[in-house]
């Protein structure tokens, strides 16, 4: 099965919850102000978030207006292209040797999507050692050794309540001493001290920047898409301790919410990067933005 008819499944309560709102809206009739308004509230219930619906809008008429549009079927090819825009981000493809950290609350799938990136990354021909750097939560580690072994690739673990700063630390050690290409860094998520998380997080990119100078660094922010727009403050909470460079949405299969990741790229300016499609080790792959729209449209 292609990539496109994958991600296509994976939208099928997105395009549910979007798709049949939107043939409702654009079912034979004048661009008319009635229209618009429908079409602001399809988009809204939809998760497309404010922000973004607004930009959309503004485009659509513009668009509407310059190309001289009249009929539906083409406004819905210009929203097409609107949407693939604002999700479509130009991001630099990896440099090897590479360090990934991984931030997000507990709850979102962190774990699971690491030993899925890890995976990923092993199909593309490139070796990966895996940090579990999660020394708070009770049994992280051993979770996180599951998925590592079910990858096929190497963890460093210290015991519960260890410094996680040493954990990256001796993994960047060992990654350098076998020219391993890919270290993934496991992190905290607990939310109800914040000024800890934050210091921890600043902590182990310290270590990180000053033990693998060489090395191209990407932080990365693990979201639950069931989460819909609450998925915007835990993007803002992370930003503050770390500057994020993309997303991993896990669990679209589940949700029918995906249009959150409009709203976080009009918002934010952060792209995603990843997405989760399904439970098994494979279903983590490369965002498309032009299969995503097409997807739920």
Known sequence: ??????????????????????????????????????????????????????????????????????????????????????????????????????????????????????????????SVIVAAADTFRAAASEQLEVWAQRAGVRIIKHSEGSDPAAVVYDAISSAKAKNTDVVLVDTAGRLHNKKNLMEELKKIGRVVTREAPNSEVRNYLVLDATTGQNAISQVEFFDEAIEIDGIVLTKLDSSAKGGVVMAIAEELKIPVVFVGIGETIDDLIPFDATDFIDGIL
């Open 1 to 126: 099965m292609g990539l496109f008819s994958r991600i296509k499944d994976a939208l099928i309560k997105t395009k549910e919850n979007i798709g049949r709102k939107l043939f409702e809206t654009f079912k034979g009739r004048a661009l008319d102000d009635a229209f618009y308004e429908d079409l602001e509230m399809a988009l809204i219930s939809a998760d497309v978030g404010v922000m973004a619906t607004e930009t959309i809008l503004d485009e659509l008429r513009q668009a509407a207006y310059k190309k001289k549009l009249t009929d539906t079927e083409s406004a819905k090819n210009e929203l097409r292209s609107i949407m693939v825009g604002i999700v479509d981000f130009d991001i630099l493809p990896f440099r090897y040797p590479l360090v990934i950290m991984l931030a997000g609350v507990n709850g979102v799938g962190k774990t699971t999507a690491i030993g899925k990136l890890a995976k990923y990354f092993l199909s593309i021909g490139k």
